[in-house]
Nanobody
Framework: DVQLQASGGGLVQAGGSLRLSCEVS????????IGWFRQAPGKEREGVSG????????YYADSVKGRFTIASDSAKNAVYLQMNSLNPEDTAAYYC???????????????????WGRGTLVTVSS
């Protein structure tokens, strides 16, 4: 079974930074994308950023471009999301998930995610 474990959330002031980590195990296929998603209270889950295992291409939602950076460490089977210049609109539960495919843009469709990790809460105070 695929398992994903997200960590690194917390409380930070506006303008601050956090780094989220997602440890992945049990993957049995080659072409997949690991994505970060977030869900704020009363809102739908949205794709924030993704990275392709096949070609390392990345995707960022417009709302986080220039502020968030996704990276992977194959040796550790981990994916990281460095979040800088955080603002209160970034407050949400953040999840990592795995989707089959080669293009990181697949994370624009959260319903296509095959396995989810538990969320980690990010709270940005103003």
């Amino acid at each position: 079974d695929v398992q994903l474990q997200a960590s690194g959330g917390g409380l930070v002031q506006a303008g601050g930074s956090l780094r989220l980590s997602c440890e992945v195990s049990g993957l049995m296929f080659d072409d997949y994308v690991i994505g970060w998603f977030r869900q704020a209270p009363g809102k739908e889950r949205e794709g924030v950023s993704g990275i392709s295992r096949s070609n390392s291409n990345t995707y960022y939602a417009d709302s986080v471009k220039g502020r968030f950076t996704i990276a992977s460490d194959s040796a550790k089977n981990a994916v990281y999301l460095q979040m800088n210049s955080l603002n209160p609109e970034d407050t949400a539960a953040y999840y990592c998930g795995v989707t089959r495919g080669r293009s990181a843009r697949v994370i624009r469709a959260p319903h296509a995610v095959e396995s989810w990790g538990r969320g980690t809460l990010v709270t940005v105070s103003s």
